[in-house]
């Protein structure tokens, strides 16, 4: 393989949720990956702890994944899907919706999480329309929540940078539910928090104060990743779940993160056997191989909205060029096959309990306030140095990256997530490298 030439002007590409001058002034530049690693373009091989962006959860380059995809390329490198079709979008389909929760089995295919949550806002919207409450308009996000950085993302989002720069071109019909974050009762807790389900009750009241008739759909995470591992508390998903079915309001979970066996099972919706009635993917969906993303629907809102037209009219307005793109639907369906042959779900699961006792082993070393963990996720909180915020955290990704290990921050929370396929040992280096890194920080 003839190697690539040495880029040394960084300058063109304008890197995406990066301090871009801080970055280019001493870049990280990642070259290839196999497995659970990954090779910069020094040489050095790095311990991948996020799953690259929490989406590879097959570790990287499979063999099967990307045999499929150098097939489909030679053989059908795109076909629309307005008013087209070809056979791996209908197979991909199936394959998704036979892991989904029962019911939820119409898959609509997009290329990322971000169209995922904008895609599943407008069907929520289209499905009241249809069933005649087209007055039914309103949203209800999160607080601290990440839905991604369309419009619709990011106004029923609850992270606060994110918003502030666009803040005069958000969606005006949407409100927030209180986060469930509070360490002054949750701290250091192994799983879901017991305290914390009557935060759910706080949807009763914006319900009074909208009126239910006006609203259409509420939206969470149901681990909330990027914005810092926020881990639902006991009860509080079936309390959600409750009242929206009481008011007739569609419940959507985002689960960009936490679908294809992150908590493992293969999705959230199964884990805590909460079914809502819209739920959002990408990520892991086909191991980040291709771009692409999805959203389940129950067949109540598919075929309310299909069957309200009239015959050979369209019924949802809304799609993307790249639907169920064949490169990206043969990744999908080669990594589904690998997810069922290797078991990796049953396996995240049992290594749940060993992964959990590594990151609270962390409780007690230098800086740290909280750690929390749900699955193979977990994140650990540190205290923020005076003025300062996320840069104690910042230091310590790029110790780690320096010591062979890749993690993720955000602000000054640490965020681990590794590949499926990870090992016991390469979960005490994970940890240990944090530990080590940790006694070096001021």
């Not at 502030?164 to 360490?183: I, R």
């Not at 914006?206 to 009860?235: C, M, R």
């Amino acid at each position: 393989m003839t190697s690539r030439p040495v880029i040394d002007d960084l300058s063109s590409f304008w890197m995406p949720f990066t301090a871009n001058r801080q970055f280019k002034a001493a870049p990280r530049l990642l070259e290839s990956a196999k497995g659970m690693y990954y090779r910069t373009t020094d040489g050095r091989e790095v311990l991948d702890g996020s799953a690259g962006l929490w989406c590879v959860n097959a570790g990287h380059a499979r063999e099967e994944i990307v045999a499929a995809i150098a097939q489909q390329a030679a053989t059908l490198d795109f076909a629309p899907t307005f008013q087209m079709g070809h056979p791996l979008a209908f197979e991909a389909a199936q394959k998704i919706a036979e892991i989904m929760p029962a019911g939820l089995d119409r898959v609509f295919f997009t290329n990322s999480g971000s169209e995922s949550v904008d895609t599943a806002l407008k069907i929520a919207l289209a499905y009241h329309r249809a069933r005649g409450e087209g007055q039914r308009t309103k949203l209800i996000g999160r607080e601290r929540g990440y839905h991604g950085v369309g419009f619709g993302g990011i106004s029923v989002g609850g992270i606060a940078p994110n918003r502030k720069a666009f803040s005069g071109q958000l969606l005006p019909a949407v409100d927030h539910l209180p986060h469930t974050h509070d360490l002054e009762h949750n701290a250091f807790s192994k799983g879901q928090p017991a305290w914390g389900a009557h935060l759910a009750e706080d949807l009763e009241r914006i319900v009074a104060l909208h009126d239910a008739s006006t609203i259409a759909a509420v939206i969470v995470e149901p681990v909330a990743g990027s914005t810092g591992v926020l881990i639902p508390p006991q009860g509080y998903l079936q309390r959600l779940r409750e009242i929206c079915t009481k008011h007739g309001i569609l419940l959507i979970f985002d689960e960009v993160i936490t679908g294809f066996g992150r908590l493992g099972k293969a999705t959230a919706s199964e884990y805590f056997g909460v079914t809502p009635d819209i739920i959002t993917m990408a990520k892991a969906i086909n191991n980040a191989a291709v771009p692409m993303g999805g959203v389940a629907a129950s067949r109540t809102v598919h075929d309310t909205i299909v069957n309200s037209g009239a015959q050979g009219a369209i019924e949802l307005f809304h799609g993307y060029t790249y639907s169920a793109h064949p490169l990206a639907a043969a990744a999908a369906i080669a990594t589904q096959d690998l997810y069922r042959r290797d078991g990796l779900f049953e396996r995240a699961d049992a290594l749940a309990p060993k992964f959990e006792a590594a990151a609270h082993a962390l409780r007690g070393e230098k800086h740290v306030k909280d750690v929390r963990n749900l699955g193979l996720v977990a994140g650990v909180e540190l205290d923020s140095r005076d003025g300062a915020p996320g840069a104690r955290a910042y230091e310590v990704f790029v110790k780690c990256f320096e010591a062979g290990v890749l993690i993720r921050f955000t602000g000054d929370i640490l965020a681990f997530s590794p590949p499926l396929i990870v090992t016991e040992e390469e979960i005490a280096r994970l940890f240990g490298t944090v530990r080590d890194v940790l006694a070096t920080v001021q």
